[in-house]
């Protein structure tokens, strides 16, 4: 599965997933846990020294993620399904908390919504090997001129 990060591929991830079971197995590891893993161990999770990172999806608890962005070095929100668009409402709102780390989505990720995704916030996919081709990173600038604001510029074309 290509990973790109700011618009690049990405060869080398640094992130290990982990589960409930495996969580122990890496203690120094930067890691990305499940939301139910989070949830349920917080408190140690928020306690230690390593890089943390948590995946979400639309059904989940928001709040709590938003409750410890400054914990967080990246929040990956996953995308079920292309007609569950929560996860752009999720990265909007993480920018405008002012979060600084690395918004990756997974899931439903295909190479239409990729811009989309950029202008809410996001600056990483996950993007299965099927969807992928060399035309991928060619749809970052496709689009020009855009109407609304976005994550880096709030202003509609008509205050710019």
Known sequence: MPLLINQNVVADDKWLR???DTLAQHPEAAV???F????????TLLAGERPLAVQINGDQDFDLVLANLE???LVV???PAFTDGRGFSFARILRRKGFTGEIRATGDVSHDRLEYMTRCGFDAFEISD???SDET???????TVHYQGSADDERPIFRR
Do not use: N
């Open 32 to 34: 990305i846990v499940p």
């Open 137 to 143: 990173c060619s749809v970052f600038g496709e689009i």
């Open 77 to 79: 929100i996953e995308f």
């Open 71 to 73: 914990r967080l070095s």
């Open 36 to 43: 139910d893993v989070f949830a349920a161990e917080q408190e």
């Open 130 to 132: 099927e969807r992928f």
């Open 18 to 20: 982990v589960d409930a």
